[in-house]
């Protein structure tokens, strides 16, 4: 059974930062893209940042950019999500998601990720 667990959420003040993690098993993702994605309450789930399986490629959402870290770490067959200058507005239960291939097109879409983590939460106070 492919499992995808997410980690390191919680509450800070505007500002401040948080360290993601994607924990996978069941199966091995170093040779997938894998991604982040969020959703803010009332809002619609949006893509915040993906990666490639070699980890040399990285793409963000304009929202994170400068901000947000995504990398990861094949031997682990984990990825984190990095985050610094926090705002309320990033505020939202963030996901992590996995594609079965290396595809690195259409990388917003979350129906192109075919495993997905429960979600943390992350609360930015001001």
């Known amino acids: 059974q492919v499992m995808v667990v997410e980690s390191g959420g919680g509450l800070v003040q505007a500002g401040g930062s948080l360290r993601l993690s994607c924990a996978a098993s069941?199966?091995?993702?170093?040779?997938?893209?894998m991604g982040w994605f969020r959703q803010a309450p009332g809002k619609e789930r949006e893509f915040v940042a993906a990666?490639?399986?070699?980890?040399?490629?990285?793409y963000y959402a304009d929202s994170v950019k400068g901000r947000f870290t995504i990398s990861r770490d094949n031997a682990k067959n984990t990825e984190y999500l990095q985050m610094i200058s926090l705002k309320p507005e990033d505020t939202a239960v963030y996901y992590c998601?996995?594609?079965?291939?290396?595809?690195?097109?259409?990388?917003?879409?979350?129906?192109?990720?075919?495993?997905w983590g429960q979600g943390t939460q992350v609360t930015v106070s001001s």
């Open positions: 990666i490639s399986w070699t980890g040399s490629s990285t």
């Open positions: 069941g199966r091995t993702f170093s040779r997938s893209v």
């Open positions: 998601a996995a594609r079965d291939g290396s595809s690195w097109s259409s990388l917003v879409a979350g129906s192109t990720y075919n495993y």
